[in-house]
Structure formats: structure tokens, C-alpha cells
């Protein structure tokens, strides 16, 4: 048999706590051994063309970032100031979308693209904006990045009409050109446009045409009533698209009542929904109304862990009118999330490792959802920290990443 292209000795495996060795073969996992140390039968046996300690190292699978907009990142100069809520996030940002050009926005999308893939973020499914503003601007740019960071990272797109579709005449025509030119997800936003469920029959009914999953931007407030889920789980099930559907923000189920919040989270179970919560994005807009007893504006992660939901988490945006602030490393988020959600055991550090790389590849509809496992893609990233908790808490930036069994970083 051919001899490996990598051995990587000694280090933690992240999900499991035990010191392993780490074959790497074709771009793939070819085996992983647990046992440490010199003697062990697998460095014995195996021959590699490169071979690493990385006793100091902790593994994990490559790093999934479910949910961002590289085309408006790093817009915070460009201001006028500080956002008051999501409207005028929205408004501020569609102001600027005049200036944009395609060497501007390839710019500022491989500015974060180069950061996510330094942090080791190996795939990554990005909201793609089509409007008759811009119309496939974005669109052309997103495709252009997607080749040039094959090798490096994954790239899905989806298109996402963020200024709604029917009170912009001839969003739905782009969008659909958009699917043609191999969008991976159909977006949506239904609390931007002239009536949420028309909106989300329309996108349900493309992405049932081109064979594509969705990814909605849903109940994105503090407002208990707004419940546009309780649509999407009908339009799931009529569509038969159980396991295909995610949805980012669905903060406004935090603030409904716990029942009721729970009574939503087993439907949602029942039509295999993704949650992707976006903890940056909605802590900072939400609860802005609030004079006292101040909501933290997330979606009931508990509730919905509890339920069998699968919850995974991304950045959404990186220093721009809806986020200020960010660096593109999924495990900042992770931390984030432990503070704000409740998750302080050490169980639920390897759950939070779980939401960015095995439960995300499964939303992400992608391989890879074993994980570190013997042919399973080796997509992977040793972090410089003594076991899970020093990788979550800590988050040192000390990373060697590999893509398809190729070293980048
Ligand atoms: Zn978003």
C-alpha cells in the first residue's frame, strides 16, 4: 500500500480526550489509533512522507462556518454612524451598496476568507445578496471566489434577496438566474418584504424546482407573535424538504413563552430544521426596547437542543452595521455562546465543537458529519491547546490546518 502522505503523533483528539495517531492518505483519514507515545504500533508500522509531534496539539475536524456575508463585511468606515435597530442596519447598509463594485467587494470577501481559512474554517456557506441594486454583482463575485478557494475551502452559495423579493420588482428573476448558475441554497427573508408567507411560498416552490435546499433568515425580533417558523415547518413537510431546511436568527422564539417555545422546537425536530443562531448579530441588535429586564435576543438554544433540534452557530457579519465587531474564527462564536446560552460543562464544550464542524456538515447537507474518523475527508485543524476546554476558552490562535489531506496552514 502506498505509504502516508501524513503522520500526525500524539496529539488530542478533541471529541474523545485520548492521545491518537493520525494517518492521513489521498486526501483522506486513513486510519486514527488511539495510544500514545514512541512505541505505539501504528508509527511503527507506517511510513509517511511527513511526520509530525503534535503532542502539544489538540485535533479537530476543519471548522464549518453555516452562516456569513462576505460580501458586506468590513463596511464600518464607510458609516455614518452607529445602526439604532435592525431597520436602519438594513437601511444603512442598502445606502452603500451604490458604491460597491466588483473589485470591491472580491476585496473585502478574501480579507475574511483569508482569515476564516487561517483560523481553520475548511467550508463555509455564505449569504450571497440579490437585489436591482447590485443584481448578480455579488452573485458573480461569490462564483469567481468559489473557484479560486477550491483546494482551500469550500464555498456554498446561497442566493438572498435581503431587500425582500416582491417589493422589488425583478428580484425573483435574478434569484432564479442565480439557481440556474448553481446556487447550493435558495435564502430568504421574510420579514422584509410586503408578506412573509408569500415569500416563503415563493422561495420554498424555487428551491423545490432546482433540487435545493433552504436557508432562511427567520423572526429575526423580540417579538414573540412573529412565528413565521410555524410557516416554514408546514411549507417543510408539504415540500418534503425534512433535513434540507435552515434557519438563522428565530430569535423572536426566545422571547415566546417556554411552553410554547418547546412545543415549536418538537415540531421542528419532527421536519429536521436547523437552527443556525448567530449569538454576535443578535445579542447586539436585539433588546434594544427593553427599558429594563433587558432579552438577550437569542433563539431558546436549550429548548431546542432539548428537543433534538440540530443547533449549529456562525458568525454572520464581520464589522458592519449589524455586527460592529468580529474576527471570522468560529470558535470566538463558540465562546460567545457558552457565555450567553448556558453551556459551561465540559460536555457542552464538545458539544460547541460538535455545532462548528460535525452538526454544521450535516446542515450544511455536506460529508464529513463522523468527523476525525478513518475515511472520512481530511479536512482538519490542531490547535495548540491541551484538550477541548483550552480550545474553546482559550482559542489560541496557533492553528495548522489541513484541506483534503493537503497542509495550507
Ligand atoms: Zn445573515
Redesign the pocket.
Known amino acids: 500500500m502506498k505509504q502516508l502522505d501524513w503522520l500526525l503523533r500524539d496529539c488530542l483528539n478533541a471529541a474523545t480526550g485520548e492521545r491518537v495517531q493520525i494517518g492521513i492518505r489521498d486526501g483522506k483519514i486513513a486510519f486514527m489509533e488511539a495510544g500514545a507515545g514512541e512505541g505505539s504500533t501504528v508509527s511503527a508500522s507506517h511510513k509517511a512522507d511527513n511526520e509530525l509531534d503534535a503532542s502539544e496539539y489538540t485535533a479537530m475536524p476543519g471548522l464549518i462556518e453555516t452562516?456569513?456575508?462576505l460580501d458586506k463585511a468590513f463596511l464600518t468606515e464607510r458609516m455614518p454612524g452607529e445602526a439604532a435597530d435592525l431597520k436602519e442596519a438594513i437601511s444603512m447598509t442598502a445606502e452603500l451598496k451604490s458604491g460597491y463594485s466588483p473589485e470591491d467587494i472580491l476585496s473585502r470577501s478574501r480579507k475574511l476568507l483569508d482569515r476564516a481559512s487561517r483560523f481553520g474554517v475548511t467550508r463555509m456557506r455564505t449569504?450571497v445578496e440579490i437585489d436591482p441594486v447590485l443584481r448578480l454583482m455579488s452573485w458573480h463575485s461569490a462564483v469567481e471566489l468559489k473557484k479560486e478557494y477550491e483546494g482551500k475551502l469550500d464555498l456554498q452559495l446561497v442566493a438572498f434577496p435581503q431587500e425582500g423579493i416582491f417589493w422589488q420588482p425583478g428580484t425573483a428573476q435574478l434569484l432564479e438566474e442565480a439557481a440556474r448558475e448553481g446556487a447550493d441554497a435558495i435564502g430568504g427573508v421574510p420579514y422584509n418584504d410586503r408578506d412573509s408567507l408569500e415569500h416563503l411560498e415563493y422561495v420554498f416552490r424555487l428551491a423545490e424546482s432546482f433540487g435545493l435546499p433552504v436557508d432562511l433568515?427567520l423572526d429575526f425580533s423580540d417579538d414573540p407573535e412573529q412565528l413565521a417558523i410555524l410557516d416554514v415547518i408546514s411549507l417543510t413537510k408539504k415540500y418534503g424538504l425534512q433535513g434540507r431546511v435552515a434557519v438563522?436568527?428565530l430569535t423572536s422564539l426566545g422571547s415566546a413563552e417556554l411552553d410554547t417555545a418547546k412545543r415549536i422546537a418538537a415540531e421542528m425536530a419532527e421536519a429536521d430544521i436547523h437552527v443556525f443562531t448567530?449569538p454576535a448579530?443578535d445579542l447586539y441588535l436585539n433588546g434594544r426596547q427593553d427599558t429594563c429586564r433587558i432579552r438577550r435576543g437569542l433563539t431558546p438554544v436549550r429548548a431546542l437542543l432539548d428537543a433534538g433540534v440540530n443547533v449549529c452557530f456562525?458568525s454572520?457579519?464581520v464589522r458592519n452595521a449589524?455586527t460592529p465587531f468580529g474576527t471570522g474564527d468560529p470558535l470566538d462564536i463558540a465562546l460567545l455562546l457558552a457565555q450567553t446560552a448556558h453551556m459551561g460543562s465540559a460536555r457542552e464544550a464538545r458539544l460547541l465543537a460538535d455545532m462548528c464542524t460535525t452538526n454544521a456538515a450535516r446542515a450544511l447537507g455536506s460529508r464529513g458529519t463522523k468527523g476525525l474518523f478513518p475515511g472520512e475527508p481530511a479536512d482538519l485543524v490542531l490547535v495548540k491547546a491541551d484538550g477541548i476546554l483550552d480550545v474553546i476558552y482559550d482559542r489560541p490562535r496557533e492553528r495548522l490546518v489541513w484541506k483534503s489531506g493537503e497542509r495550507i496552514y
Do not use: E, R, S, V
Request: charged share 0%; net charge neutral.
Open positions: 452562516h456569513i456575508h449569504q433568515h438563522g436568527h448567530l448579530t456562525g454572520n457579519n449589524f
